[in-house]
T-cell receptor, first 112, second 113 residues
Framework: SQTIHQWPATLVQPVGSPLSLECTVEGTSNPNLYWYRQAAGRGLQLLFYSVGIGQISSEVPQNLSASRPQDRQFILSSKKLLLSDSGFYLC???????????FGPGTRLTVT | AQSVTQLDSQVPVFEEAPVELRCNYSSSVSVYLFWYVQYPNQGLQLLLKYLSGSTLVKGINGFEAEFNKSQTSFHLRKPSVHISDTAEYFCAVSPTGFQKLVFGTGTRLLVSP
């Protein structure tokens, strides 16, 4: 069966520091991958999605970036964090011909 | 573009009572519809989905939803809730042929004894 992992589970970082969040999927090949941010009371906002290695689409311009160095690995990065980057970050995957998405456990990021 | 409205930010209900969580969407094209549940500090879990066929969709944990195209709604229902149903519920839409989801802002279901 397929599983999706995210780490770290929680992270506290100072303003201006770099960020790297990792997401990996097991048990499937060539998944579509997604990064979402969930801010309190605002639902989920799609940040990036990827349909293949090195193929990244950005939905919201900001100081975050994403990369997909391997088929089942998706990384969210920032060079300098802002206070507004605080939130709950969720990674998700879907099959090539599926429309439902399956979510990881999330990373709680607090920027201080 | 698509949008999803979940009018109720919070729904309090007593255990064993019925509940309905409302979801309305806006789209100029056909859509697929989904309900997800999120327990505290966890990811989202798919409750049910409507892709085509019967407009009444049954999901996990005794939940069901009905797609109403004329009213552009996809309300979630459960005839008798449990304490363990306390969670946040998200409605989402995806235009047919695309794999990006647009989420509502969520409804917090609070079940008390």
């Amino acid at each position: 069966s397929q599983t999706i992992h995210q780490w770290p589970a929680t992270l506290v970082q100072p303003v201006g520091s770099p960020l790297s969040l990792e997401c990996t999927v097991e048990g499937t090949s060539n998944p579509n991958l997604y990064w979402y941010r969930q801010a309190a009371g605002r639902g989920l906002q799609l940040l990036f999605y990827s349909v293949g290695i090195g193929q990244i689409s950005s939905e919201v311009p900001q100081n975050l970036s994403a990369s997909r160095p391997q088929d089942r690995q998706f990384i969210l990065s920032s060079k300098k964090l802002l206070l507004s980057d605080s939130g709950f970050y969720l990674c998700a995957w879907s099959g090539v011909e599926d429309y439902e998405q399956y979510f990881g456990p999330g990373t709680r990021l607090t920027v201080t | 573009a698509q949008s999803v409205t979940q009018l109720d930010s919070q729904v309090p209900v007593f255990e064993e009572a019925p509940v309905e969580l409302r979801c309305n969407y806006s789209s100029s094209v056909s859509v697929y519809l989904f309900w997800y549940v999120q327990y505290p500090n966890q990811g989202l879990q798919l409750l049910l989905k409507y892709l085509s066929g019967s407009t009444l969709v049954k999901g996990i944990n005794g939940f069901e939803a009905e797609f109403n195209k004329s009213q552009t709604s996809f309300h979630l229902r459960k005839p008798s809730v449990h304490i363990s149903d306390t969670a946040e519920y998200f409605c989402a839409v995806s235009p047919t042929g695309f794999q990006k989801l647009v989420f509502g802002t969520g409804t917090r279901l609070l079940v008390s004894p």
